[in-house]
């Protein structure tokens, strides 16, 4: 597969007044990145919260009633999402919500959805909470981590606080394309995401992709405000750029943010880069434990 055109977006929630105002939006959206080529489109983290509105103020603005108002409406969610990525010919990575699956937790889960033009749909949650999904919002650790075989390629997520986790960015080190939908208040939050999306590139030897909640939504006391932007990331080796920034956004500035990926070259640096950090793994192993303590004062 060569020269991939990716979209990432910095995606704003709004106040939605009806079902056919979110259709629309959605609608837009992927029509727009399609139609500039674009064959993946990564939607970020609890981009789904803005359904909660659908409910009325008064459930959107309850941390309890907004996930389970969320969750109700993710049947026809995803059967919108399908039904684009069949009309556009694109691979969409949903935006992520809280979902009710008992199989998985008593608690909803926060999970992302990837639809294939073809029909299929993997799903992927979320491992580790942050400190406000565990209180107060008691969001629950969902089902395991997953590596999804596409058209595009190997395609892993790990979702927002999951991509600061270098044994989590281990396990799912197979992907080609490792995508991070994310939620983050302050710049601080974001550039901890941010840093942990390039290291997992760097390690793995993979590109990651990195989308983000931008703007205020007041109406919502889980995700009032979001910092960020859009960015696509390779390790600074052979092929890639120097930094490793293979496209970057504007900071709070909604819209989608492209890159143009050739996997080749993912292969090429796995096989021959200036250094080999996913090959030389294992050379860790009896050199992080217990380190030796040399008194110097």
Known sequence: ??????????????????????????????????????????????????????????????????????????????SLHSDLAARYGVHILAASAPVLDEAIAPRPVNRARLFTPGGAVGIQDKQIMTRFERDPWDIAPGGPLRLFETSLGRIGVLICYDSEFPLLGRAVSEADLLLVPSCTEALAGYSRVRIGAMARALEAQCVSVMSSVVGMATWSPAVDEGTGMGGIFGPPDTGFPPTGVIA??????????????????????????????????????????????????
């Open 1 to 78: 597969m060569t020269d991939m055109k990716i979209a990432t977006a910095a995606y704003p929630l709004d106040p939605l007044k009806s079902w056919s105002e979110y259709s629309d939006k959605l609608t837009a959206w992927v029509a727009d990145a399609a139609g500039q080529g674009a064959e993946l489109l990564v939607f970020p983290e609890y981009g789904a919260m803005e359904l909660a509105m659908l409910a009325g103020p008064e459930v959107a603005g309850d941390l309890e009633r907004c996930l389970y108002a969320v969750s109700d409406l993710i049947g026809d969610v995803d």
């Open 248 to 297: 970057e956004g504007t900071l709070n500035r909604p819209g989608w943010t492209f890159g143009e990926v050739d996997l080749a070259r993912v292969a090429h640096v796995r096989a021959d880069g200036g250094v080999l950090n996913r090959s030389h793994w294992e050379d860790q192993q009896g050199r992080h434990a217990d380190p030796d303590v040399m008194r110097l004062v």
